[in-house]
């Protein structure tokens, strides 16, 4: 586990303060039922998600801190870690939790960004657009002005759908399928136009390559990567003879994302 990380400033996420140091399992953490009433949003932030503090699972970064936010009718278990502005949403697949993506959230937060990455509230397109929005609200209010998404699966095809709401500077979709819960990603029906990076396995039994190319923007630039294997989503992270390439793939992407 990573231990020299860079912790989230007290004035930035007051309403964690002093649960950086609580760490428990992520399946009865990621209920936002289990956060604490006590801690509110910052004050001088009348736009802000309400948020309250819950404790940080232990599979993420030291120095991660969490909340539950609320978008709508719908509280998300976000979690937060690394410092800086610039900002990432690591959204997991379908059913994930908060430590589907441990592994590249740690590698992210050495490279300087401030990641957050949540478990889904609940199926449906109501909870996955909340998930999304409440992700990129805890990161503004940590003090990432700028974002990129990026998601795997399910949460690859709410990355592409919701950039352009969601003020997103960069995009990075593995396997994701160019329509879920009725929410449509394909590329020619989303008004999003900034980086986008669609990443899928030649042989995934998950999601078909060629609907995830379906996300991607074929005659603007190289949009598409397809890698030669069968694993789907962030499994392509975990393939010993792959997961170098895909790994640089993302860093390649988001850096371009944040140059602007």
């Not at 953490?29 to 910052?42: E, G, H, M, T």
């Not at 908060?98 to 449906?124: I, K, M, S």
């Not at 974002?147 to 396997?175: C, P, Q, R, W």
């Amino acid at each position: 586990m990573h231990t020299a990380v860079n912790r989230l400033p007290l004035l930035a996420l007051a309403l964690v303060a002093g649960l950086a140091g609580c760490t428990s399992a992520p399946s009865s953490d990621a209920d936002p039922s289990n956060a604490d009433p006590s801690v509110a949003a910052p004050s001088g932030s009348p736009s802000a998600a309400p948020m309250r503090g819950v404790k940080a699972p232990d599979c993420l970064p030291a120095g991660t801190q969490a909340v539950a936010v609320t978008s709508g009718d719908v509280a998300t278990a976000v979690a937060v870690a690394g410092g800086g502005e610039r900002g990432v949403v690591l959204a997991p697949q379908n059913g994930g939790d908060w430590c589907q993506w441990a592994h590249e959230a740690e590698h992210l937060v050495d490279e300087g960004y401030r990641v957050a990455t949540f478990t889904w509230p609940d199926t449906g397109r109501e909870a996955g657009e909340a998930a999304m929005r409440s992700a990129v609200d805890a990161l503004h209010q940590a003090g990432a002005p700028t974002v990129a998404l990026v998601g795997a699966s399910k949460g690859g095809t709410y990355a592409a759908a919701m950039a352009e709401e969601l003020g997103a500077v960069g995009v990075v979709a593995l396997s994701p399928p160019s329509v879920f819960e009725g929410l449509d990603a394909r590329s020619i029906n989303v008004g999003y136009t900034g980086p986008l990076l669609v990443i899928a396995a030649r042989d995934d039994r998950g999601v078909a390559s060629s609907d995830s190319r379906r996300v991607s923007r074929p005659d603007d630039g190289p949009s598409f990567l397809e890698i030669p294997l069968a694993a789907h989503g962030v499994a392509m992270l975990a393939d010993t003879d792959h997961a170098e390439h895909v790994t640089f793939a993302i860093d390649d992407e988001l850096t371009r994302s944040f140059a602007g």
